[in-house]
């Protein structure tokens, strides 16, 4: 009886130490499967990582973009932004391509978005990352105007000598050209009474002796030029006196004389 306890126990203890390993073991593969390893031989328990974000689009800032001739800054800037298929987004200006549809109207730094309009017009700017672009309208206005210049500076006329004197006038951009407005402007006088002016021609004619002022105005009625014109007094040209003697008539006109100057002979 002894005997068999001594060889009983030993065999029980045995027993319960490799159910408990073989519990251990079933817990410990499971937690590794759970957290993606497991390793060893079964391959089990792997996971493929996401795939890599994709462009989707780009968006080029300012939407409408625009630039006057002559009118500081001498560029603009754009900015392009790239937007991914996993919502992130990232600045692509440095790294897109940028072309400009008309380069006579502007071009564009090809590695910055710097545009520098070049003429008054619309070119299209667009930026490109592989096979995705994003484009706007670039939109150039033309020089404004800054003054008027009329010639000659100091006119004048003379009666019955100039029938009419033509004035130009000379219109003065912001970005330093010039353009002649003769026929564009509207031309006044401030006294008709002294000289008339063509409204469309700028051509003045004298009518009496004095001054007047004569304005050329742009089709804004915003930018304006005045010259003062003087008309100067018809010059003497000649004497006439009459009626006319002729020698039959001064023959007795002087002998009608004769009482008052006895001496007086032909």
Known sequence: MIALAADFFPQLLRTRLRTTAAILAVSLGGLLTACGGGGGGGGGGTTTPPPAATLSSIAVTPATPSAT??????TVALTATGTYSDGTTKVLTTTAAWTSSATTIATVGAATGIVTPVAAGETTITATDGTVSGKVTFTVNPAALSSITITPASPSA??????????????????????????IAGWTSSAPSVATV?????????VAAGTTTITATDGTGTV????????NPATLASISITPAFSAAGMQAFIESMH??????SV
């Open 224 to 231: 304006k030029a005045s010259v003062t014109f003087t008309v």
């Open 69 to 74: 001739l002559g009118v500081a800054p001498a």
């Open 198 to 206: 063509g409204t469309t021609t700028g051509l003045v004619t004298p």
């Open 158 to 183: 003379t009666l019955g000598v100039n029938t009419s004197v033509q004035l130009t006038a000379t219109g003065n951009y912001g970005d330093g050209t010039t353009k002649n407005l003769t026929t």
């Open 259 to 264: 009482h008052w100057i006895p001496s007086a």
